[in-house]
Nanobody, 117 residues
Framework: QVQLVESGGGLVQPGGSLRLSCAAS????????LGWYRQAPGKERELVAT???????NYRDSVKGRFTISRDNAKNTVYLQMNSLKSEDTAVYYC???????????WGQGTQVTVSS
């Protein structure tokens, strides 16, 4: 019911910034809890940040103070602003939308973020 289209990934230097966007198609976007996940080579997919339907945010410790998740319900879009990027942030980043009440769980296709000189 929901299709997620990501953009904004790419190559950036250490200390640089990048903004990821994920636009959703479908209904009831404002009802979904949203999140960004990432997966580095050889590692498990991990949660980066979440923003609930009521706007509450959570971040994994390693990105606190550097990353900001936000949502624009009018545009059906969730963002991840990434500042002070480190090589350890290199991964494929995925956006996620879920509505647990209905057991809905949707994923974007993933976008590569590479932090390197």
């Amino acid at each position: 019911q929901v299709q997620l289209v990501e953009s904004g990934g790419g190559l950036v230097q250490p200390g640089g910034s990048l903004r990821l966007s994920c636009a959703a198609s479908g209904s009831a976007f404002s009802m979904y809890d949203l999140g960004w996940y990432r997966q580095a080579p050889g590692k498990e997919r991990e949660l980066v940040a979440t923003i609930s339907s009521d706007g509450n945010t959570n971040y994994r410790d390693s990105v606190k103070g550097r990353f900001t998740i936000s949502r624009d319900n009018a545009k059906n879009t969730v963002y991840l602003q990434m500042n002070s990027l480190k090589s350890e942030d290199t991964a494929v980043y995925y956006c996620n939308a879920r509505r647990s009440r209905y057991r809905y769980n949707f994923w974007g296709q993933g976008t590569q973020v590479t932090v390197s000189s």
